[in-house]
């Protein structure tokens, strides 16, 4: 085999779809828009629930009567008052407080109409039973303002902790952090790193259905359309058949790998601007090995399906019997991503299983087990 | 060139090539010499095509032995020979010096060398300013330009082309006809297939013709039209040529201007020219053998019964 004709073929491949505006959008606009798109998403939804700059006037009734600290920090939170009721003296009857406590309330739902209040919580007779707060507010509350009740609850709490308890009142107010580490080696985990061992397979397992789908057939295309107008018959005597099949394969397969490598780094990229995504990414979720695997596993089913669809653009005269007959392919492949449910509720069931050994589905059904299951190597 | 000490460009020896029970090729030999230009012709379906994809090695004979340019074809061989296939076409989207240097490269050349060449043969065939449009963007005649010198961009030994001509208006096609014309001036071997009978006639040095797979015409192109020349002259000018010593019949043209006249057996057309001569009694503007055109030749032996000539591409004479 002459591999300056191989390296000719895969140059020529690679460089001409790789300028294609159906690759350059692929490769270039999906992740632009997808980047846009989360940008404007995040950022709208962000300002949503972390601005409480509309909440500047909360008011709380304190129907437990937990709450006896002014905490820094906490200026935009006051009890509500009414002047025209006066409160009960020390040693009312029950009945008599919680009258008094029903008329605070109405008072502050009028307040609330009126627009004196942005918003008022109610700390119920029960609430060291059960823990419970309710919040009101006349538009949609921020889960910045939940946190803030919640904290500004917790201080209370813990201001009332006896002074002998051998933990500080930081400690009482904020008991537990747990702390997610490999099994493995140790290292700590983020919070989102688990999901991110499970979810990344399946982001991989998407990338690949569409590399591979998107340069085979480029493949499928460039071998129907050298037939139909028979340049094949040229270019066969210039160069064995073997010589322009490896060609074609190893160059449109560089052009699949460059495509997950661009959606990978753009991947990457936004996520890192996301705490969370940070973590999902570094958290230990991928490690060397499984990127090994990943691409053993790409390779492979790129060769699958590109000795597919080359055997179909050999073995058809048109491209629309082509595209017929490669939709078939394709629609086998995506079984796995079109059954995610499946993976979720039973990993290790007999259509997984069976998805991860049948040859059109294996590449794909394999990734996508490895995050939910302990898959033998 | 072809190997020392071979004369032929081509040698196919009784090949025999069958797709079934269909037998495309019967049992064919026929030489194509070193340096000439050499036709092929033949009805739709007679085998012409399938012939030259045996002799590229696209496909392979049942039966029987073909060599190139001195031996069995091999990867080398391919690297000395230009092809130009009937039904062609090239990647649509793709700028014109691109598909150059690409073919060119694969047939052997160096990237600058086949950018170069194929500069300058654009310019040469008046494509110069398109050198970096799109095949899409070209008119048909401009992209069979561009096939042909993709065919001898890379200085070929044998040249096999299919209809050369075909879809060139008579301006583009001189410019063609004069690049095969160098080419051949220096020694580059030219097979052409071709339904222009008109264009072997002025072309070709030998022809061979075949019709159901088999060879039923080769040689060279005058000693073809003379195997089918019958005893007869074509006079134009006046007199009563039933009258005229040694005539056996007078049969007179559509055009009315001139006479076929069939001769007694063993009456030459030197003694009637000369009879003619030595008359008072006629006059004579024009004296011509009556030698049938290779598209007389051609209908006559294809039997003329077969769908298979296309009478607008056909010559008619006058």
Same mark, same amino acid.
């Given at each position: ?30 992740? @632009? ?7 404007? #998403?995040? /950022?709208?939804? @962000? ?63 009028? /307040?609330?109409? *009126? ?25 949609? #509350? ?26 500080? *009142? ?88 460059? /495509?997950?490598?661009?959606? @990978? ?7 890192? /601007? ?6 999902? #990414? *570094? ?95 | ?34 340096? &000439? ?17 045996? +002799? ?33 076409? !090239?990647?649509?989207?793709?700028? %014109? ?8 490269? !694969?047939?052997?050349?160096?990237? =600058?060398? $086949? ?11 008046? !494509? ?6 799109? %095949?899409? &963007? !070209? ?6 330009? %561009?096939?042909? +010198? ?70 060279? %192109? ?6 089918? $020349?019958?005893? $007869?002259?074509?006079?134009?000018? &006046? ?35 000369? &009879? ?13 053998? $009556? ?26 004479? =006058?």
């Amino acid at each position: 085999m002459a591999w300056n004709k191989v390296k000719l073929v895969l140059q020529r491949e690679y460089f001409f779809n790789f300028k294609r505006p159906s690759f350059l959008f692929t490769a270039f606009g999906v992740p @632009a828009i997808t980047f846009v798109a989360m940008f404007l #998403i995040i /950022q709208v939804t @962000a300002n949503r629930e972390t601005n409480t700059d509309a909440f500047q006037k909360v008011g709380y009734i304190d129907r437990a009567g937990i709450i006896t600290e002014t905490v820094p920090g906490y200026d935009t939170f006051a009890p509500v008052t009414d002047v025209d009721v006066s409160a009960p003296a020390d040693g009312a009857s029950p009945d008599d407080l919680a009258a008094y406590y029903d008329k605070l309330q109405e008072r502050a739902a009028g /307040q609330l109409d *009126s627009g004196v209040l942005d918003a008022y919580f109610v700390v119920p007779d029960n609430y060291v039973m059960t823990g419970l707060v309710d919040l009101y507010a006349a538009q949609n #509350i921020p889960s910045a303002l939940q946190s803030d009740v919640e904290d500004f609850m917790r201080t209370q709490i813990a201001a009332r902790a006896p002074g002998d308890l051998p933990v500080s *009142s930081d400690r009482l107010a904020a008991p537990v952090d747990v702390i997610l580490r490999d099994a493995d080696t140790g290292d700590e985990l983020g919070e989102f790193a688990i999901v991110g061992r499970i979810l990344l397979p399946f982001l991989f397992a998407f990338l690949y259905f569409m590399a591979t789908n998107t340069t085979a057939q480029f493949l499928m295309n460039g071998v129907v359309e050298e037939k139909e107008n028979r340049l094949m018959e040229i270019l066969a005597t210039s160069l064995r058949p073997i010589e322009l099949l490896w060609g074609k394969l190893l160059g449109l397969g560089a052009l699949a790998l460059t /495509q997950i490598v661009l959606w @990978a780094v753009a991947g990457i990229a936004i996520a890192s /601007q996301f705490e969370e995504a940070r973590d999902f #990414i *570094s958290g230990g979720a991928v490690d060397i090995p499984m990127l090994l695997l990943f691409l053993v596993v790409f390779v492979l089913n790129f060769a699958l399906f590109s000795a597919i669809m080359l055997g179909i653009g050999a073995a058809v005269t048109a491209e629309a019997e082509s595209r017929q007959l490669a939709s078939v392919v394709t629609l086998v492949n995506v079984l796995p991503i079109a059954l995610l449910s499946v993976y979720f509720t039973n990993p290790d069931g007999a259509m997984p299983v069976f998805f991860m050994f049948f040859p059109l589905t294996a590449g794909i059904g394999l990734i996508m087990r490895i995050g939910l299951t302990d898959i033998p190597m | 060139m072809a190997a020392p000490g071979s004369n032929y460009a081509v040698s196919v020896r009784s090949v025999t090539k069958r797709y079934g029970n269909f037998t495309a090729v019967d049992d064919l030999t026929f030489d194509v010499h070193s340096g &000439e230009i050499f036709a092929v012709l033949g009805p739709n379906g007679a085998g012409k095509t399938t012939t030259i994809r045996m +002799i590229l090695d696209i496909l392979k004979p049942d039966t029987g032995r073909i060599e190139v340019l001195g031996g069995p074809i091999s990867d080398r061989t391919k690297e000395r020979i230009g092809y130009l296939p009937e039904e062609r076409g !090239l990647y649509r989207n793709v700028p %014109v010096i691109d598909i150059l240097t690409y073919l060119g490269q !694969l047939k052997g050349m160096s990237r =600058s060398d $086949a950018q170069t060449r194929a500069t300058s043969m654009l310019e040469q065939v008046d !494509l110069g300013e398109n050198i970096k449009s799109k %095949v899409s &963007e !070209l008119s048909k005649g401009m992209q069979q330009k %561009v096939q042909i +010198i993709a065919t001898v961009l890379h200085h070929p030994d044998l040249i096999i082309i299919d209809e050369p001509f075909s879809g060139l208006d008579p301006v583009n096609t001189q410019v063609i006809k004069d690049l095969l014309y160098s080419l051949n001036s220096d020694g580059v071997t030219i097979m052409m297939s071709t339904h222009q009978m008109q264009q072997i006639e002025e072309m070709a040095d030998r022809l061979l013709m075949v019709d159901h797979g088999h060879r039923v015409l080769y040689g060279s %192109v005058q000693e073809v039209r003379d195997r089918f $020349a019958e005893n $007869a002259v074509i006079v134009e000018g &006046e007199g009563n040529w039933n009258a005229l010593p040694g005539v056996a019949s007078v049969e007179n043209a559509e055009n009315g201007r001139e006479v076929l006249l069939h001769l007694a057996s063993g009456i030459t057309p030197d003694a009637i020219m000369q &009879e003619m001569a030595t008359s008072q009694n006629y006059r004579v503007r024009r004296f011509e053998l $009556a030698v049938p055109s290779l598209n007389e030749i051609f209908i006559q032996v294809a039997g003329g019964n077969h769908n298979h000539t296309q009478p607008s591409e056909l010559p008619v004479r =006058s």
